[in-house]
């Protein structure tokens, strides 16, 4: 698995400029990060990683196949669109399905770009967007609720822990706040989860900056990291129109263009960066002659579950995890220098897996 990111923001942020660098930047990469189009709005990308090009060339690996990441782009959002305004239906059931929530937020003036509401303001351009979230969050739950409270009161085990759920969700969205500041345990987080409510997502601000501006920020850009901050939550500053030129030169001539802007890696890289850390991701490797890949998963993944995000009956059937750290592996040329220093390990069903693991499954068929 990767995971699936959905970009949002008010009309002319420069969302659709920057959702279309970023899959262009993919495409033009094919041979070691393909790109596909799902649908006109969807674009999936291989994750970069250094590591999986080191233990590609170190095992002379045939292919090298990245974890994924798909971007949706998701229609551009006007006031009223938790009542329908626009297309905001369509765009609140397309939010539902991504994991995290990109909001691109305009952080540059342009007397020739027109903004929806005729000011530059990134703060308010978040409120927006989130108080529309917010809106369609408690609609949605204050209709589910009084359905659930009528099986509560029947004696309903199930109806009685859902009930208790939703209650804890809509008391910040009546405050105003969004769902995922809910007090939820950790034991009621998945019937919180499977509420699919909008506010529940974490979020990464998107500062859409001017070009000079890509490699510092700017006033904008600060007063969303600022803010953030304060909701522990993912920024990452990008410059649009930086990505929009990056993603159409030859791959030769990329290092010298960004080393040109003061930047050291594409936006894409950095946003992906921020997406995992946000959502606690960590990536696991298998690594063979036919192929190196690399694999998503959730921090404090256990062996057997890891094995599963391959082919369920690798989970299944599971015997032992052979793991070797990326570092023994890069250090001591590969799998067979690792064994022979006493480097590989055979872990078992509780071994939680760490990120850099390269990993040989053992199981039953």
Same mark, same amino acid.
């Not at 990134?122 to 609609?139: G, H, Q, S």
């Not at 590969?334 to 055979?346: F, I, P, T």
């Not at 069903?349 to 990120?355: H, L």
């Given at each position: 698995?990767?995971?699936?990111?959905?970009?949002?923001?008010?009309?002319?942020?420069?969302?659709?400029?920057?959702? @279309?660098? +970023?899959?262009?930047? !993919?495409?033009? =990469? !094919?041979?070691?990060?393909?790109?596909?189009?799902? =649908?006109?709005?969807?674009?999936?990308?291989?994750?970069?990683?250094?590591? +999986?090009?080191? #233990?590609?060339?170190?095992?002379?690996?045939?292919?090298?196949?990245?974890?994924?990441?798909?971007?949706?782009?998701?229609?551009?959002?006007?006031? *009223?669109?938790?009542?329908?305004?626009?297309? *905001?239906?369509?765009?609140?059931?397309?939010?539902?399905?991504?994991?995290?929530? /990109?909001?691109?937020?305009?952080?540059?003036?342009?007397?020739?770009?027109?903004?929806?509401? @005729?000011?530059?303001?990134?703060?308010?351009?978040?409120?927006?967007?989130?108080?529309?979230?917010?809106?369609?969050?408690?609609?949605?739950?204050?209709?589910?609720?009084?359905?659930?409270?009528?099986?509560?009161?029947?004696?309903?085990?199930?109806?009685?822990?859902?009930?208790?759920? $939703?209650?804890?969700?809509?008391?910040?969205?009546?405050?105003? &706040?969004?769902?995922?500041? /809910?007090?939820?345990?950790?034991?009621? $987080?998945?019937?919180? +989860?499977?509420?699919?409510?909008?506010?529940?997502?974490?979020?990464? %601000?998107?500062?859409?900056?001017?070009?000079?501006?890509?490699?510092?920020? @700017?006033?904008?850009?600060?007063?969303? /990291?600022? &803010?953030?901050?304060? =909701?522990?939550?993912?920024?990452?500053?990008?410059?649009?129109?930086?990505?929009?030129?990056?993603?159409?030169?030859?791959?030769?001539?990329? !290092?010298?263009?960004?080393?040109? $802007?003061?930047?050291?890696?594409?936006?894409?890289?950095? #946003?992906?960066?921020?997406?995992?850390?946000?959502?606690?991701?960590?990536?696991?490797?298998?690594?063979?002659?036919? =192929?190196?890949?690399?694999?998503?998963?959730?921090?404090?993944?256990?062996?057997?579950? /890891?094995?599963?995000?391959?082919?369920?009956?690798?989970?299944?059937?599971?015997?032992?995890?052979?793991?070797?750290?990326?570092?023994?592996?890069?250090?001591?040329?590969?799998?067979?220098? !690792?064994?022979?220093?006493?480097?590989?390990?055979?872990?078992?069903?509780? %071994?939680?897996?760490?990120?850099?693991?390269?990993?040989?499954?053992?199981?039953?068929?």
């Amino acid at each position: 698995m990767g995971f699936k990111c959905g970009i949002v923001g008010l009309p002319n942020v420069g969302k659709s400029t920057l959702f @279309n660098a +970023l899959t262009q930047t !993919a495409a033009a =990469e !094919a041979a070691n990060y393909p790109f596909c189009t799902i =649908e006109p709005n969807v674009g999936e990308v291989g994750v970069p990683d250094e590591r +999986l090009d080191k #233990l590609a060339a170190i095992a002379k690996s045939a292919q090298i196949i990245p974890t994924r990441l798909t971007f949706v782009d998701i229609a551009g959002l006007v006031r *009223g669109a938790s009542k329908g305004e626009g297309l *905001g239906n369509k765009f609140l059931s397309h939010i539902r399905e991504v994991d995290a929530v /990109a909001y691109v937020l305009r952080c540059f003036e342009d007397g020739d770009i027109t903004h929806v509401e @005729n000011r530059i303001d990134p703060i308010a351009d978040a409120d927006v967007v989130e108080t529309e979230l917010m809106l369609a969050d408690m609609e949605s739950l204050e209709k589910r609720i009084s359905s659930v409270e009528k099986k509560a009161k029947t004696g309903d085990k199930d109806s009685k822990a859902q009930l208790a759920v $939703m209650e804890k969700a809509i008391v910040p969205l009546r405050d105003g &706040k969004p769902a995922r500041t /809910a007090s939820i345990t950790p034991e009621e $987080m998945p019937a919180f +989860l499977a509420l699919q409510l909008l506010t529940s997502k974490p979020v990464v %601000y998107v500062c859409n900056v001017e070009e000079n501006a890509a490699a510092t920020g @700017n006033a904008f850009s600060a007063k969303v /990291a600022e &803010k953030a901050k304060a =909701e522990n939550a993912a920024c990452v500053v990008i410059s649009a129109k930086i990505e929009s030129e990056f993603s159409g030169l030859p791959p030769e001539d990329r !290092a010298e263009f960004l080393g040109s $802007m003061g930047l050291e890696e594409p936006g894409l890289n950095r #946003l992906i960066l921020a997406g995992y850390s946000l959502l606690d991701l960590v990536t696991y490797f298998t690594v063979g002659p036919k =192929e190196a890949r690399a694999w998503t998963i959730t921090r404090g993944t256990k062996a057997p579950q /890891a094995a599963g995000v391959i082919h369920t009956d690798f989970e299944k059937g599971f015997i032992r995890a052979e793991t070797i750290a990326y570092q023994d592996y890069v250090a001591l040329g590969g799998e067979v220098g !690792a064994k022979d220093a006493g480097k590989m390990r055979l872990e078992g069903k509780e %071994y939680i897996v760490k990120d850099g693991d390269v990993m040989h499954f053992r199981f039953a068929n």
